[in-house]
């Protein structure tokens, strides 16, 4: 159970990532809410990681939260951003997403 809440909360990461970078395209009210919605997804991802460390060890616990960060923030920027999908990002994207299995999988 406690690693389908640091799945959720690897995505509130992705979710505050995108935020910051939808604020930084806009401005005035529009960026104000971009920043809500920033601390709001960053308040609840770390209530969630804090949960998930109670039966998660810590350096497996953030090693997954911060790789379903980066990788789906990564994905984030090449299909809502428009950053470039070049082919040594998407072979690094594939080892790191990898790699959280990996933990995922040694961890008990």
Do not use: D, Q
Not at 15 to 28: I, N
Request: proline residues 2%; positive net charge; charged residues 10%.
């Amino acid at each position: 159970m406690n690693f389908i809440i640091l799945i959720i909360a690897g995505l509130l990461e992705v979710g505050f990532a995108s935020c910051l970078g939808k604020a930084r395209e806009t401005t005035g009210s529009t960026s104000a809410l971009w920043y809500t919605g920033f601390f709001i997804a960053l308040s609840v991802s770390m209530m969630l990681l804090m949960k998930a460390t109670k039966t998660i060890p810590m350096g497996t616990a953030y090693a997954v939260w911060t790789g379903i960060g980066a990788a789906g923030t990564m994905l984030m920027g090449i299909f809502i951003f428009k950053e470039p999908a070049t082919f040594w990002r998407m072979f690094f994207l594939i080892t790191l997403i990898a790699s959280v299995f990996g933990l995922k999988y040694v961890s008990h």
